[in-house]
């Protein structure tokens, strides 16, 4: 499966695309920023943004896009670019047929770290580690669209957005049944009980 990963923003929205391999291992395709000028209306922003994100959806073809799912912070006009951003990319990949994931970033970190109150640094060298990278990708907007990326490969389940519209492809029923397994093999056993005669 191939995974797009988007961590929204108007200034700043980081973009990366994760391959799954065989062993619950993931491979880096791509990863970058796409960037627009805070002294432009925020309409030719938007359209700049959106530009960006149907070059990369273009040339990596992936399978579902997995986007940071928005949340209220105390900056109303930060959140409002992002959520912008976030719509831009769900309506890209709604064009072309691919199914969109959310992500909380709690769910990102605990998927990537184990924890899900881990720092940002702690997500970056975690991204660098399981991607085999010589150093964690800068800025932290491309490091956390490729932790998102990577959240969707090992947790398929429950978050694809589209209900019924979107099937899910034979690679996520794949990687949803071996990350099943590999579950079941690590959860203890309950004693066997003898039937009360």
């Known amino acids: 499966m191939r995974v797009l990963g988007v961590d929204p923003g108007l200034t700043r929205c980081g973009v990366g695309v994760v391959d799954s391999l065989p062993g619950r291992r993931a ?21 700049e943004i959106s530009a960006g994100l149907d070059g990369w959806l273009d040339e990596h073809v992936p399978d579902v896009v997995a986007v ?9 006009g930060t959140v409002m670019g ?21 992500h909380t970033p709690s769910e990102v970190k605990a998927a990537v770290t184990g924890s899900g109150r881990a720092e940002k640094a702690q997500v970056q060298r975690m991204v660098a580690s399981i991607l085999r990278l010589g150093s964690p990708p800068r800025p932290a907007d491309a490091a956390d669209a490729l932790a998102l990326a ?18 899910v492809t034979p690679a996520q029923r794949a990687w949803a049944a071996a990350e099943q397994q590999a579950r079941s093999r690590r959860a203890p056993r309950a004693p066997r009980k003898e039937p009360v005669r």
């Open 27 to 47: 491979e880096l395709v791509g990863v970058g920023v796409l960037t627009s000028a805070p002294s432009t209306s925020t309409d030719l922003r938007l359209l």
């Open 68 to 76: 940071e799912r928005v949340f209220a912070q105390n900056n109303r």
């Open 82 to 102: 992002t959520a912008q951003v976030a719509g831009l990319a769900m309506v890209a990949a709604a064009r072309r047929g691919v199914p969109v994931a959310l």
């Open 150 to 167: 990577i959240t969707h490969l090992w947790r398929p389940a429950g978050a694809l957005q589209g209900g019924d519209r979107h099937e």
